[in-house]
């Protein structure tokens, strides 16, 4: 990766993923990892506007419900790992969405 141009769009929504992560994950205790808190304040500010307000609080109220489920080693943070897992899962939820409005 380093400092060259992303050479395709895939290849810089990685380098995204990787840059959001550690954007949020150095704020408080453990610069590698997110407390509920850090994984709030990235998904509101990176999603929010995306999701518009109403969304925003049923993320946040399934963050709360996922939270012990995601944190699939029990430590009370959330690694790079488990915040993949996470967004893979929102952008299944997304595709599904996607499809939808195909149909
Ligand atoms: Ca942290
Ligand atoms: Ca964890």
């Known amino acids: 990766?380093?400092?060259n141009p992303p050479?395709?769009?895939?290849e810089s929504?990685?380098?995204m993923l990787i840059k959001t992560f550690h954007k949020y994950s150095g704020k408080e205790g453990d610069k590698?990892?997110?407390?509920?808190?850090?994984?709030k304040e990235l998904l509101l500010e990176e999603l929010g506007t995306y999701l518009g307000f109403r969304q925003a609080c049923v993320l946040m109220y399934a963050v709360e419900k996922v939270m012990n489920d995601l944190d699939a080693?029990?430590?009370g943070e959330v690694d790079f790992t488990e915040f993949i897992i996470l967004m893979g899962a929102l952008t299944v939820a997304c595709n599904d969405?996607?499809?939808?409005?195909?149909?």
Not at 7 to 10: G, P
Not at 97 to 103: A, I, M, S, V
């Open 1 to 3: 990766m380093g400092d």
């Open 32 to 39: 590698y990892t997110l407390s509920r808190g850090e994984l």
């Open 7 to 10: 050479s395709s769009n895939l």
């Open 13 to 15: 929504a990685m380098q």
């Open 73 to 75: 080693n029990n430590d």
């Open 97 to 103: 969405f996607f499809l939808e409005g195909l149909n």
